[in-house]
């Protein structure tokens, strides 16, 4: 649908991303240097510009499949390490903070907004570090020029692309379950009280006008909920409160971060189904993804002393039971580029992609790079 | 006034897409017919009036040529004509148009999409069928296709394209009353809130245009010559169609409305949006006074849902019928 979607989608789960790893590197008392230079570097990676060119192209929106791939390797773009259970754990909580983020914003243009906070976050993560600072500044500038003249109407189109991305993903968060914004079925509430969005007015009035325009008659109803006047206008500019909370940092050391697998919901086994279906374009979107890809650096992995393993659940024994349990239909099937213990198929993949990131556009033999690739991947 | 009775399963959840429900009475074998979009796949139903019977059918996007990503489908919606009723699929690759049982695909309709994404989307939104023999659906460039149709058998050809619009078309809608009266048959809406209202014929006549205020009109409707209005701010408003005089306003919503239908018959009006409520109001036409007024009769809260679509399902609006975006039911109302 809309072609404007992925910048958007990246961004804010990338935020998500980052309010997560900080709360877990805090709480896991990693020394703050390590953690700084963590940020940072998955920040610096984020806002490649190579990167970002491609990201702001115009395209279709990323199977999840593809998108896992992407912020899998992003997450590894330092010395952090993250097991597959955590890495499993903190995209459901990306997606579905995200998700709920987006359902509840009042207006489609408050995506922007909830972007904004994001990015704000992220701004305050390397403000003392001026070379990220204006990268990040740079893609700030990117999202306002893209971004603010577009319309409601296609906003709504953005968000709806959003919402297919999204559909059916139930999976039941700690923090939100808590916090009562979303059910024990894993659906979010949505009240039926509050401000209204701005440019609506509280439901309830009906005015009947003559041919001459002149109001004839005022009928008051009943609307079944609780609604008041609108709030302020939010800030879509470099700078500026936001208003909205969206998108703003939920975690802190002492609310943890969780999710619940068991009894997952049977609309998730219905997710998964319609995303098993033999996808026949597979290929296409390896192409594009190599492409995409091909700007993220990964960090050469460090000497063992500076590396080190964040863990998403309390105990590593946690963990272990997450990858274990996790029921099948929720499996993400990410492909996982650096686990592969085989040299020669290593340095084959990297030769692939390599290739793809100087050549730049699809050349006629890039069909066949395409099913290497996918060869590749499948063998893994 | 209504309460809720057993809800129809399907098999995917619909998605979030305005209009996104429509419903074929087929009164002679005691069957109605029900549409929800998912994705890239039209789920039908079947459903028995004795509510014994359900028969479920899932039709997919077609992608003739070029296998670049999936094919998401905007909206899928029945057209009732004199001779025949078709189902027809509006998609970001084109127009597909089924018997309406969902079994034989009749036509094909490719849209022109270019080799490489553009900033703007390509896709096709916006069905309705008008007057005997034609078929009228939108496009993302804001024109409207307009095809002929035979009475029977798959000569469907394209019988003109209108290019009023500047923004992408949102819903169209024909005059439903029945009556032959009105000079207006035809409503197209847009992503801007501007309206267009026609006669069909061989060349089709644009007889009034209703100016937008850049506020989504998310869906449209046209009875006895007044257009029928629901905009993403959740107002209504209703207007004479061929003058374009604004006859009443309504702040019927707290969130952007994604579906308007109206009973012909009793002149009842339903609005969902996603805030969660489906209303339903009474129309009331007093010609001597050339005026029309609407009152409000009654709310239902589907809770912590999206509402995509909501349609009646008889002529006299008896009953109606809502999905939900994330839900995988259609949910059933009827007159107490």
Redesign the interface.
Known sequence: MSTRTLPLLFINLGGEMLYILDQRLRAQNIPADKAKKVMNDIITTMFNKKFLEELFKPQELYSKKALRTVFDRLAHASIMRLNQASMDKLYDLMTMAFKYQVLLCPRPKDILLVSFNHMDAIKDFVKDTPSILSQVDETYQQLIEMYTPLSNGEFQLIRQTLLIFFQDMHIRVSIFLKDKVQNSNGRFVLPISGPVPRGTQVPGLIRIFSCAGEELSRLQFKNGGNYSSALREGSFELFGDRVTKLGTNMYSVSRPVETHMSGASKSSAQHTKVNAAPNPLAKEELNLLARLMGGLEVQKPGSTDTGFRVNLFATDEEEEEALISRPDELSYGVINIQATKDQQTNAELAKIMGEFTESGDQSPSASSKGDDLLAMMDGL | MYHKEKSIQIK??A???YNNLSVLRIAPRRLTYFTVV??N?VNTVSASWDGLNYSHRQLQSKEPNV????S?I?QAAFCVLPSRDLLVVSS?KGIQMYESDGSIMVYWHALDTPE??????V?ARGISAVSDNYICVGVSSGAVLVFDIPSKGSNITLSEVLEEHK??I?DIASECSGSQECLANLVTA???GSMCVWKSGEEFQLLNKIPGL???C?SVKLWKGTVLAGY????IRLY?AVTG????????????IYSLDIAPFSGLLLSAAE???VRVWHLSMTPET??V????LH?E?V????ICGAKFCDGDGYAFAVTG??L?EIIRYVQS
Do not use: K
Not at chain 2, 67 to 70: F, I, P, Q, Y
Not at chain 2, 232 to 235: A, E, L, N, R
Not at chain 2, 245 to 256: C, D, G, K
């Open positions: 995917n959840s998605s979030a897409l998912h994705a796949v296998a670049t990503s999936t998401l905007m970001q490489a994404p553009t900033a703007q989307a896709f923004e992408a949102t847009d992503d801007g850049d506020i989504t998310s993403g701010t959740g107002q004479e005089i604004l006859h009443a306003e309504v702040n019927a919503h707290a969130r952007w805030d969660s409520f050339n005026s007024e609407i009152a409000h709310n809260c809770t912590d849902t999206q975006y994330d995988s």
